[in-house]
């Protein structure tokens, strides 16, 4: 057995080399929320938005029933589409979305100027958290749009998003 000074050292190791692979031993990764990219046109850089970033955006607010809420639920945040004009579409037609756990979804661009589409960082007046589907949790309008009813877009409700790309 190892001495607990040794195995302490270890795990710190092994807990810093975790941090390193996983892009988040820096600072400013800590306070980083959402990055936003355009693969269409490669001049354009990333764009890194924080939580304070992304509550400078006008906020809008939702009420809609999920298959993963009990009831209508209230969603606060900025619409995606204004977060995606801080890089612009460019000739973008999808938006490629990836969750913090790697889950990713592709989704037609067009979602986002059809319909309200938010970055909910609020679920009835509490702070979205990882615990419950947070930091940004992506929310339709779902109850606003009979043509929402589509459980096709129940399963575009992608919670703990991390990045989003433009395609």
Request: aromatic share 8%; glycine share 4%; hydrophobic share 45%.
């Amino acid at each position: 057995m190892l001495p607990l000074r040794t195995l302490s050292r270890l795990y710190s190791c092994i807990l810093l080399t975790y941090l390193v692979l996983a892009g988040a031993a820096t600072p400013a990764a800590a306070d980083e929320l959402l990055v936003i990219s355009n693969a269409t046109d490669p001049a354009r850089a990333e764009v890194r938005f924080s939580e304070a970033d992304l509550l400078a955006l006008p906020q809008v607010t939702i009420r809609t029933r999920t298959d993963y809420t009990d009831g209508v639920t209230e969603f606060v945040g900025p619409l995606a589409r204004d977060a995606i004009a801080s890089i612009g579409a460019g000739a973008a037609t999808k938006v490629h979305l990836v969750a913090a756990n790697d889950y990713a979804i592709d989704i037609p661009l067009s979602d986002f100027t059809d319909y309200d589409v938010i970055l909910a960082l609020r679920t009835n007046g509490e702070r979205l958290t990882i615990r419950d589907k947070g930091p940004i949790w992506l929310m339709y309008p779902l109850d606003d749009h009979a043509e929402l009813q589509d459980p096709m877009y129940n399963n575009r409700l992608i919670w703990q998003l991390t990045v989003i790309e433009l395609r």
